[in-house]
């Protein structure tokens, strides 16, 4: 399984960034799909989720400015990310999982990409 994330960048306080997240080998209609982040010296904390059945989860820090989406045609997790605050700065992963379980722990994600780094200045 291999998870390819794309998209960060640097990018001012109060804009916008999309990170895309392309899977291969599994079946990926039939995964969880999830992003994570992690800032130096901290610990990886969840960002968002996604069913294979569409059904979404967000941190309370990112809701109602991030989005998560899904193209199963391509293989692929988007993150949306709006309204962007110094505190987003960090190192974007993407993972993925077969298991049902409560999407916020980062013990149910099987599978990890590399990450994307994401960089908000003032």
């Known amino acids: 399984v291999q998870l390819q994330a794309s998209g960060g960048g640097l990018v001012q306080a109060g804009g916008s960034l999309r990170l895309s997240c392309a899977a291969s080998g599994l079946m990926f209609n039939r995964f969880n799909m999830g992003w994570f982040r992690q800032a130096p010296g901290m610990e990886r904390e969840f960002v968002a989720a996604?069913?294979?059945?569409?059904?979404?989860f967000y941190a309370d820090s990112v809701q109602d400015r991030f989005t998560i989406s899904r193209d199963n045609a391509k293989n692929t997790v988007y993150l949306q990310m709006n309204d962007l605050k110094l505190e987003d700065t960090a190192v974007y992963l993407c993972?993925?999982?077969?298991?049902?379980?409560?999407?916020?722990?980062?013990?149910?994600?099987?599978?990890w990409g590399q990450g994307t780094l994401v960089t908000v200045s003032s």
């Open positions: 993972a993925a999982t077969p298991i049902g379980g409560s999407p916020r722990r980062t013990s149910e994600w099987v599978y």
């Open positions: 996604i069913r294979w059945s569409g059904g979404t």
